[in-house]
Nanobody, 128 residues
Framework: QVQLVESGGGLVQAGDSKTLSCVVS?????????MAWFRRTPEKEREFVAA????????IAADSVKGRFTISRTNATNTLYLQMKNLRPEDTAIYYC????????????????????WGLGTQVTVSS
């Protein structure tokens, strides 16, 4: 059974930094698989934040977080990270880790329907 467990959420002030982690277990992903972070607010459905391949190192990020958020992974420990800097109140959301079984070379990594496994989420609250 595949499990994704996020951690690292909490309350911060605007301008602060925070790093989220996601540990994946129960499946060995191939080098072409993709991992991503999404987030959800009461006003918005789950939206794409950033994605990376397990092996290709190719990363993409939403325009709203470019230059502030960095996605990375440590394959040896099956851990995905999201480093968030200069946080803004509008970054307040539940952040979800997601994994795809599909070949990342042939999918749109920003599309939610391409991800098969999800964590339960971790809340990040940014106060102004």
């Amino acid at each position: 059974q595949v499990q994704l467990v996020e951690s690292g959420g909490g309350l911060v002030q605007a301008g602060d930094s925070k790093t989220l982690s996601c540990v994946v277990s129960g499946r060995t992903f191939s080098n072409n698989n993709v991992m991503a972070w999404f987030r959800r607010t009461p006003e918005k459905e789950r939206e794409f934040v950033a994605a990376t391949g397990w092996a290709d190192g190719f990363t993409i990020a939403a325009d709203s977080v470019k230059g502030r958020f960095t996605i990375s992974r440590t394959n040896a420990t099956n851990t995905l990270y999201l480093q968030m800097k200069n946080l803004r109140p509008e970054d307040t959301a539940i952040y979800y880790c997601a994994a795809s079984r599909r070949d990342g070379r042939f999918i749109n990594r920003m599309e939610i329907q391409n991800y098969d496994y999800w964590g339960l989420g971790t809340q990040v609250t940014v106060s102004s």
